[in-house]
Every structure is written in C-alpha cells, then in structure tokens.
C-alpha cells in the first residue's frame, strides 16, 4: 500500500508541477504534504474497519457474495452478476489474483449464485434439448429398435443373492 501512497503522490505532484513554476524545496514540501494527505486519509478516511490491514476489502466476503448479486471488494461497486470481466477491466486483475489478494476461497464461486445457478439450468435445459433432438433424429434415421420391452425385463431380473442362507436346516433323510 505504501507504493501505492509513493505512487500516487508522484503522480499528483508532478501533474501539478507540470503546470506550475516549483523550486526543488516547494516539489519537497509539496510531496510531503501530498503524502501526508495521502496517508491520513488512508488510515482515517473511507475504510470502514478500524485496524484493517492495508489493501484489506470494502466489504466482509459474505457481504461482497449474495445469491443475486456479487460486489467488488477492491472498489466497492455492486450489482455484477460476475466479477472476471470487472476485475479485469477496471482492476486489471485476473480472478486468480483477486482471490488471493482477499483469501478468497476456491469453493465460492465470483459469480451470484443465482445468475450461476439459472446459467447451469439453461445450458441442461439446452443439453437435454439437443439430446433430446439427437435421439429423435437417431430414431427417425433407423428402423424401429428391437423391442424395448424385453430388454428391461432382462436387466430388471433381481440379482440372487449374495449372501448365502446361514445355517439354513438341511433336509434329514
Ligand atoms: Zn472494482
């Protein structure tokens, strides 16, 4: 976070003395001002759990993971139905990356549960279309199959079984 606090300083800094005349003790004095700005607001400003870690998230995982929607716990934006495109395009950030920067586990999913959800009945829903079209196509291109019926009697047959009478009384003669 520090680096990023140097990094942002430097940038505000040398934006501002691009557009004005500094001496190198006002570019000092500037960047130190900027940095303590910087740094305060840091570790008082929008972070909202005192003591949080740097870099730590906007939010709690459980908060940032609902069933309907998911939020992005590096800028706190809400309402995505997943994050991989988020996270790359505004974070630059591979879904890998952000699990590991917020121990996110391999078991949540960064897509709402329920998008996920209506996403895997769609594509079954499709696959039992497609399946269902393939076997009618497969029954429409061959002759009638052998007769269904006598097959399932053959595997409906009761396997005997495995475990033999115990101490079943023999005939006497
Ligand atoms: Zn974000």
């Known amino acids: ?17 691009a557009g004005t005349e500094m001496s190198s003790d006002d570019l000092i004095q500037e960047i130190n001002k900027v940095y303590a700005t910087l740094k305060k607001l840091e570790t008082e400003g929008a972070i909202p759990e005192a003591g949080a ?3 730590a998230p906007v939010m709690t995982i459980k908060k940032a993971f609902q069933n309907d929607q ?4 590096i800028c706190g934006k809400t309402g995505f139905k997943t994050l991989t495109r988020h996270l790359k395009q ?3 950030l591979k879904p890998g990356q952000y699990r590991k920067q917020f ?23 499709n696959n039992l279309a497609a399946n ?33 009478k115990a101490r079943a009384p023999k005939a006497k003669a």
């Open 132 to 164: 269902l079209e393939k076997a009618r196509a497969a029954r429409a291109a061959k002759k009638p199959a052998a007769p269904k019926a006598q097959k399932e009697k053959a595997a409906a047959k009761p396997k005997a079984p495995k475990v033999a």
């Open 53 to 55: 870690a740097p870099g």
């Open 90 to 92: 505004a974070h630059g």
């Open 103 to 125: 121990n996110i586990p391999a078991s949540q999913s960064l897509t709402a549960k329920n998008y996920s959800e209506a996403r895997r009945k769609a594509a079954n829903e």
């Open 70 to 73: 998911v939020c992005c716990l």
């Open 1 to 17: 976070m520090t680096a990023t606090l140097v990094e942002l300083t430097a940038s505000i800094v040398s934006s501002h003395a």
